[in-house]
Nanobody
Framework: QVQLVESGGGLVQAGGSLRLSCAASERAFSVNFMGWFRQAPGKEREFVAGISRSGRTIDYARSVKDRFTISRDNAENTVDLQMNSLKPEDTAVYYC????????????????WGQGTQVTVTL
């Protein structure tokens, strides 16, 4: 069974930090790449960060670069998103996803999704 489960969301003040974690079933984790997306109310789901199977290739959305860090532990089948210097505009539901081919930033290229975890950043 393919399963992705996010955790670590919550409420934080602007400038604070949160660490999201995604626990994946082995079948989901063995795919080519993993990604984090987010969706704010009334907006489309947007790419946040992606990481290759080896962990050696990483990409970030321009809006989070230098503030967020994606990492993966292939032994534990987890992928994390460390979020620093959070801003109110980072408020969204954050989703973990697993994909096999195509551009990382395109949501349609991901085969499996978690249920999402809410991140709320207040002033």
């Amino acid at each position: 069974q393919v399963q992705l489960v996010e955790s670590g969301g919550g409420l934080v003040q602007a400038g604070g930090s949160l660490r999201l974690s995604c626990a994946a079933s082995e079948r989901a984790f063995s795919v080519n790449f993993m990604g984090w997306f987010r969706q704010a109310p009334g907006k489309e789901r947007e790419f946040v960060a992606g990481i290759s199977r080896s962990g050696r290739t990483i990409d970030y959305a321009r809006s989070v670069k230098d503030r967020f860090t994606i990492s993966r532990d292939n032994a534990e089948n987890t992928v994390d998103l460390q979020m620093n210097s959070l801003k109110p505009e980072d408020t969204a539901v954050y989703y973990c996803a697993a994909g096999t081919k195509g551009m990382w930033a395109v949501a349609a290229n991901y085969d499996h999704w978690g249920q999402g975890t809410q991140v709320t950043v207040t002033l």
